[in-house]
């Protein structure tokens, strides 16, 4: 009996530690995109050079989409503890859900994003239709 108490002891101290590492590394946690800089950043890291003009980033920070001088339009959304960017090309799908903005970048395993975007919803709706 006091073999096994000494190994779950020992299992607890064992998780216990790889969770502070894992706490002091960042790793996990609940990433969202704080602000303009913020999204401009994750916006070069998945495009080299691509520098936005223009920004709308959801209210919960899950989500944003990005224009740059180039008419180019970026969408981002939260994959687990990091973000996924895709570059959108016509025909892009989307639609206003009151304040929200769902588009479809075309890619099945990208999925539809929605993004709270409030007033602005509607003026990127447009923007992707033009595109």
């Known amino acids: 009996m006091t073999g096994e ?7 607890l101290a064992a998780i216990a530690a790889l969770a502070f590492i894992a706490l ?14 913020d999204l401009r950043e994750l916006a070069e890291e998945a495009l080299c050079g691509f520098d936005p003009v223009e920004v709308a980033i959801d209210r919960a920070g899950l989500a944003a989409i990005a224009r740059d001088a180039g008419g180019r339009i970026m969408l981002l959304r939260r994959h687990g503890a990091h973000f996924a960017a895709r570059l959108l090309s016509p025909p892009v ?9 769902v588009v479809e970048s075309g890619e099945r ?14 003026t990127w709706a447009a923007r992707l239709q033009q595109l």
């Open 5 to 11: 108490l000494i190994q779950f002891a020992g299992s």
């Open 93 to 101: 799908r989307n639609r206003l859900d009151g304040a929200a903005l």
């Open 24 to 37: 002091k590394l960042g790793l996990g946690g609940d990433r969202r995109i704080r602000d303009e800089e």
């Open 109 to 122: 395993l990208f999925g539809p994003v929605r993004l709270d975007l409030g007033d602005d919803a509607r």
